[in-house]
């Protein structure tokens, strides 16, 4: 991993000026410091005043592990397109199979709910309900490597098997006919007829983009990782602030070269 801050770095982000791109990012511990209430979790001004600017002149996308809803309350209409559910959860996703991952999703919350629900109280480990995922929280506890063993064994016996995300003290679980983060990624470039992306994640939920080795997409991790995928690294999460700056003036300084990929409707590129 190189930093992003580098000669090659930031000329790397200024080609993708010149392409058709996807600007895609996750919310938490990206575009939002990690917070300990989930709930607290909220853009700063400077990334807020950032992220409306490059979405007013690119296509934009956040692709997160919260739900669609939640992102909305956060996010408002900065971002042209909203992925929740660690990339499930979202229009690129077919009726029928949404309604399978929400079933399952269901079931499982009623599941842990009859046979779990005091020892999830005492632990103080959090169950959140995504409708079609479900995070188990334990940020706030003291307990944690109680709540830790508490959340492997409900884990273990969920049916169908869930596929296992681990995050910043929470633990994901999806139904195995999930689609990850990777995959909505690619199909929105496929949707908006992109020829390139940028994709800005900081969790091991986003190895699931990191990974593809896609040469299409240029991938940037939140602190650097020895084991990531990931091609860039920064520092620190306010640094996306200056991503985000950076795109937007050196689009504007060189206005021809602004190659955003845009739906119908979506707000498009300045000429």
């Known amino acids: 991993m190189d930093y992003l801050f580098t000669e090659a770095g930031k000329s790397d982000l200024e080609a993708l000026l010149r392409l058709r791109s996807l600007y895609a990012f996750d919310f938490d511990g990206t575009l939002a410091k990690i917070v300990r209430e989930h709930h607290a979790a909220r853009l700063s001004r400077p990334i807020r005043f950032w992220l409306e600017e490059l979405g007013k002149r690119a296509s934009t996308a956040v692709i997160s592990g919260r739900s669609v809803e939640d992102l909305r309350s956060r996010v408002g209409t900065a971002v042209s397109h909203l992925i929740g559910n660690h990339g499930s959860e979202g229009p690129h996703t077919c009726r029928e199979t949404m309604q399978q991952v929400q079933e399952t999703s269901h079931g499982w919350l009623q599941w842990v709910n009859d046979r779990f629900h005091d020892e999830l109280t ?36 969920l049916s169908p098997p869930p596929r296992i995300v681990l995050g910043k ?8 006919t999930a689609s990850h983060k990777g ?13 390139a992306a940028l994709y800005v994640g900081d969790d091991v939920t986003d190895e699931d983009v990191f990974a593809l080795r896609d040469a299409r997409i240029l991938t940037v991790r939140i602190g650097k990782k020895k084991d990531s995928s990931a091609r ?35 707000a498009q590129p300045l000429q």
Not at 239 to 251: F, K, N, S
Request: aromatic letters at 8%; proline letters at 3%.
């Open 232 to 266: 860039y690294f920064l520092n620190r999460q306010p640094e996306i602030a200056e991503v985000l700056r950076l795109l937007v003036e050196a689009g504007d300084q060189s206005i021809h070269t602004w190659g955003g990929c845009h739906e119908q409707g979506a």
């Open 183 to 195: 995959m909505a990624l690619l199909e929105y470039m496929r949707r908006l007829d992109c020829n």
């Open 169 to 176: 003290s929470v633990v994901n679980v999806m139904p195995p």
């Open 122 to 157: 005492r632990s103080g480990v959090v169950v959140e309900n995504k409708s079609y995922s479900l995070s188990f929280h334990y940020r706030t506890t003291n307990q944690r490597d109680a709540a830790r063993a508490l959340i492997s064994r409900i884990v273990a016996e």
